[in-house]
């Protein structure tokens, strides 16, 4: 009889957790079964269904810091309900694996930074005896109720020697994503960035000593998964979606592109960095089949961006990139963060408005500053008086409101209408000279309407621009109605206040 494993997320948010996948992959390679169970949009009844129907040994949870109270709710009742063993692994463990002291009445074990070393291993003694204790990466209970706190495992070296992800996993848990041909994958891992509002430093400084911290796999590799997944589930739009894909020789790319281009030929998408491309690379990705590039603006205050965000691009390289990138024919996506702990946060983000305005990008993303728990703009965030962790209201996601305080709290409703609906005015730019009146109604609810809307239709129909056959469009109607119904209650009784 088969070993059962079932993953559980908060959230899909209806597109693929790779990680997620790839350990499913490692698992069933070991002869185990795994299943998938989505939190969000389903009761405890639900939940106990599916637990009591697929009857497996281990609860395995992914979780992000944003989503750690509502899994740990969950991980409390399968405790008591079920008595199975628990285990969390993600970026939360990873970054804050303390917190297992207060909790490991309900977790057996953690697992800290990358787990694809460590999870195998402990699945393998999870079969025999159970003893941990060699096992590096994770955090456990000895017999005597005591934590035993292993050091870091290694960093994968060879990305080439993984599994193909499980993506079969992420339809048993969403069968709305059967009706998916957009796909994602990973060339690389790391990246030596510091901007100090992401997670990306923090792990470069824990994991220094397990080995290379950037690491790409090569060509042939990626592209077998890509023509694998193409033929297996139907593709017709991949989402590389590495921090920095460019962040590589010419070489390598131009090896990627001609594999690319022959054997899977389907529009894709990919991030970069202004200051990792340039127009060879450009011309490259181009005739790979690149449909659209994202890039990070943040902030448009230059000196902000530079000595808050330590992020040294300067507004001429980053319209530069944007003007290279429409004289061949790619359109592109930036990505922006409002209400960020500044004195004059909605001047400041009238100035990266108008940035973007002004680069012209085909689609304009903005989220809301996200205080993550030991990052250095959170601590700075802290020391300022924009913050206090004891007291915040903490959002679940990064695009509903912002847990940074500010002494004039009809700014920072401004700032949060502003938000809702940054990318349309960016495309709609005569919207520009109204905005000042628009963010002053007290409307927020209306205008998370639209930021829906525009986000999530927008995107699919507009930048991906490929015919959808019925069933995607179902696909996208129904995973739009999921994402209204989760991210915002309309007060149709309660007014806005703070006007």
Known sequence: ????????????????????????????????????????????????????????????????????????????????????????????????????????????????????????????????????????????????????????????????????????????????????????????????????????????????????????????????EMKYVREKFGMNFAYIDDDIFTMCSNKWLEEFSSLYKNEVGVPFICNTHVNFIDEEKIKILKDAGCKVVCFGIECGDEKIRREILKRNITDSKILETGKLLRKYGIKFITQNILLLPTNEPLRTDFKTLDLNIKCKPDFAISQLFYPLPKTELTEYAIKNGFFDPKTAKMPERTNSFSALQFPNKREKKKSERLHKLFGVSVNFPFLRPFLPFLISLPLGWFYSVIYILYFGIYFKFKIEGEKKGFKEIVFYLKSFVNSLSTFIKIPFKKKETNT
Not at 9 to 28: C, D, F, H
Not at 127 to 139: A, T, Y
Not at 141 to 156: F, Y
């Open 1 to 224: 009889m088969k070993k059962k494993i079932l993953f559980v997320v908060k959230s899909l948010y209806t597109v693929e957790r790779y990680g997620v996948m790839l350990l499913s992959a490692l698992a069933k390679g070991m002869g185990w079964e795994s299943d998938l169970l989505i939190l969000e949009g389903k009761k405890w009844e639900k939940w106990r269904e599916k637990i009591e129907k697929f009857s497996p040994e281990i609860i395995a949870c992914s979780v992000m810091t944003t989503e750690f109270d509502s899994v740990m709710e969950f991980i409390k009742r399968v405790k008591e309900k079920f008595g199975l063993f628990t285990i969390m692994g993600g970026p939360h463990p990873t970054f804050f694996p303390e917190f297992f002291e207060k909790f490991k009445d309900f977790l057996d074990v953690i697992f800290v930074g990358e787990s694809e070393i460590s999870f195998p291993e402990f699945l393998k003694e999870y079969e025999n005896e159970k003893n941990f204790k060699s096992i590096n990466g994770i955090w456990f209970k000895d017999e005597s109720g005591k934590i035993i706190k292993n050091p870091p495992a290694p960093l994968v070296e060879d990305l080439d020697s993984l599994p193909f992800a499980d993506r079969e996993l992420m339809v048993k848990g969403d069968p709305l994503l059967k009706n998916s041909s957009f796909h994602f994958f990973f060339a690389s891992r790391g990246c030596p960035n510091k901007c100090t509002y992401c997670f990306n430093h923090k792990f470069n400084q824990l994991f220094k000593n397990c080995g290379n911290l950037y690491r790409r796999r090569s060509p042939e590799n990626l592209i077998s």
